[in-house]
């Protein structure tokens, strides 16, 4: 049932991530204007949008299908911890509940990985046994 588990929290978190976050994210950068975005690492109001979306979408998508998803968390968890922790640093809990919230189950699937039920253990499962260099990778 962990596996089954697993793969409820990577599809349902993730879609919400990509689909509520992301997307819109691309959406306002393919509408061209301005992209008003906020900078809180200092890389430009630009380039954090266009990580923020790479990171949410992409990223996202990729958990929801099991690929690389020790990685692609990390990514995912670094995106929550910046806005969670600096960009509402002075703001009420309540703002950053939900980046914290995201925080929290990128952390566990770094921890766990994807599970069973994922493109990745399907692509391990061909490896060698004792290849858990690949295995940390992929999953």
Do not use: C, W
Not at 104 to 131: A, C, Q, R
């Amino acid at each position: 049932m962990t596996d089954i588990g697993l793969l409820f929290l990577r599809i349902a978190s993730r879609a919400m991530m990509a689909f509520a976050h992301g997307l819109p994210k691309l959406q306002r950068i393919l509408a061209g204007g301005e992209l008003k975005f906020p900078d809180p690492i200092g890389l430009g109001t630009t380039a954090s949008l266009y990580l923020a979306m790479l990171t949410e979408l992409g990223a996202s998508l990729l958990v929801m299908l099991g690929l690389f998803t020790r990685i692609n968390s990390l990514f995912l968890a670094f995106t929550m911890f910046v806005a969670g922790f600096i960009q509402h640093a002075s703001d009420p809990f309540k703002q950053k509940e939900l980046a914290l919230l995201y925080l929290t189950i990128y952390i566990m699937l770094i921890f766990t990985g994807p599970g069973k039920y994922s493109f990745s253990n399907f692509v391990t499962g061909h490896l060698p046994e004792n290849d858990r260099v690949k295995r940390l990778i992929l999953g």
